[in-house]
């Protein structure tokens, strides 16, 4: 009796566990029919993405087998995985070795200015304001083109002597984000470096590049510009002004220009009459400045000529750069004087200085103060430093 009531109650024990696998079968079976209809809808997305992607293509006429930078030089491509910057970093490494000054350069640069008796070193959306001063009003712009994590190091040493300095994030650049066909994803470190810069209590805008992400994206640049603006904003920073990244012989406008109080020179020629600019109301945006601080000169007659000059057109030719600074064709600047860090050791300053032109090439840290010495009481000083090339 007592083998058949144990073979009975075994029989009920295997029935039940049985059934409990059935249902845990039947639940998984659940689970990968959701996993699959989730896979098959991004499937759908990808491919509508990618069929975007050849539409954006063709509409620009862009031959895809030639990758340009975005001065339009023929690049090595660059792959990266999409969470890991590694590789990028690598890449800015051995683009900016050879101009990288130590990160030092930019402390003694910054103690400089800060014990100058002239100087009173301000944000740029201050220096935008034509206020009368008796001191040399002095700005720091950091237009991000490639580093953030030099970027987070220059808005802390700031941070330790209070002084407030500007920071543009290049929306196009890819340690910000990336297109796939039309759905940009922003790195996940993004929102982490905002943080580290607004922790620092600087000031923190978009570094404009709407005529890059127009032409060689293939997307609504302005759209997109403005997109990021808000997203800034929903992170955080009080965003005052963008700051056009590139100058007029990469896209034959100034990045400024897609403002419609901020076109140059007129837009009549087949290639700006293609670009969107003119399209955005910075005041609808919020914005109140721009800080490339270019304003419409009122001869513009050399304007196309000196913006079909690419070859040119570099940081590093004197004769290129005097011109930049000190007699635009396509621009006149609401500042005095520029100061612009362009390779190891070697600065540039140009602008105006008591109704004349100013230039001088070739400077060295240890020259910059002699270049505040020559300004007078009121002049509006703007530092145009890129973090990459203080990486070393
Ligand atoms: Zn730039």
Redesign the pocket.
Known sequence: MSVDRHASTSAKGRTARLAAQLKRAQRDLAIERERARMLREDLEQAMADLAATYAAVDAAQVDPNVITDLAGRKVRPLAVNELDLEDYFRQVEHNYQSYANPFHHYEQLVDMLEAHSKVSLVPCYELANRMRSNDVRVALRH?I?ADPVTAVRMARTLARRGICGSFFL?HTAIYYGRFFGTLFVRHRELPRWVEQMLVAGCELGI?NDALGAHGQLGVDGTAVLAGEINWLRSQGADVRGTAG??SAPVYHAENSEVFANRVLWPTDDPIRSRLPLGVLDEAALGLSYEATFAMPREDTSGANAFADDQDSAELRNPDWMRRYLCDNPCCAWDVDMQVWVVGLDHWVAGGRCRGQAYFRDRLTLSDLRSVIDDLDAGTRCLFVLHPEYFRA
Request: charged share 35%; aromatic share 0%.
């Open positions: 237009d083109d290049l570094h990244h590139n």
